[in-house]
């Protein structure tokens, strides 16, 4: 069983239809549950299992219901995909705290909380994947300093993960830019 954060559209739907294609069950996150129908309904119309869930993954009572509710409606998550985030673009000096906040909170927060609530379904299967998405923009870009850092955030956080849980059965994988070399 899968859960893809951010998957009402874009590359999150698109790894949802692929995940559910492959035989995951999905379950499909994202701020609005509404805004998940369609890709939910594009993997059932191809013979899928799939649960649209709201939830602000940046909000930690809203992603334990969520895992609480994907758990109970379509079995144990032990593949997780990081993906969920948000864009608030501005030069640095032109960047407001709250523009800051809230990307470090969709991005690496929602990551956190996210990989927090599935991982002990994942100790329990004795099995699990947390993958993060990033982007080559971690290497910086112009008026995306806040996008760039949580971006990096996303690279870097797994790392430690495994030896900081009850066991090795999900080892986080990262999903690296195009532009950067195998690690």
Do not use: C
């Not at 069950?25 to 549950?33: I, P, R, T, Y």
């Not at 899928?48 to 994907?70: F, K």
Request: charge should be positive.
């Amino acid at each position: 069983m899968a859960i893809v954060t951010g998957a009402a559209r874009g590359i999150g739907a698109a790894t949802a239809i692929r995940l559910a294609a492959d035989g995951f069950a999905v379950a499909v996150v994202d701020l609005e549950e509404s805004a998940g129908k369609d890709t939910v309904e594009k993997i059932t119309a191809a013979g899928g299992r799939a649960l649209a869930v709201g939830a602000d993954v940046s909000n930690a009572e809203q992603v334990a219901a969520a895992v609480e509710r994907v758990a109970a409606e379509l079995g144990a998550p032990t593949v997780l995909v990081n993906n969920a985030g948000v864009l608030r673009d501005n030069l640095l000096f032109k960047m407001t705290e709250l523009d800051w906040d809230t990307v470090m909170n969709v991005h690496l927060k929602g990551a956190f909380l996210m990989s927090k609530a599935v991982q002990k379904h994942m100790v329990d299967a004795g099995y699990g994947r947390i993958v993060n998405l990033s982007s080559s923009s971690a290497l910086g870009n112009r008026g995306q300093a806040n996008y760039s850092a949580a971006k990096a955030g996303l690279r870097a956080s797994p790392r430690p993960w495994p030896r900081n849980s009850a066991s090795s059965a999900s080892p986080p994988t990262r999903s690296p830019p195009a532009s950067s070399p195998p690690t």
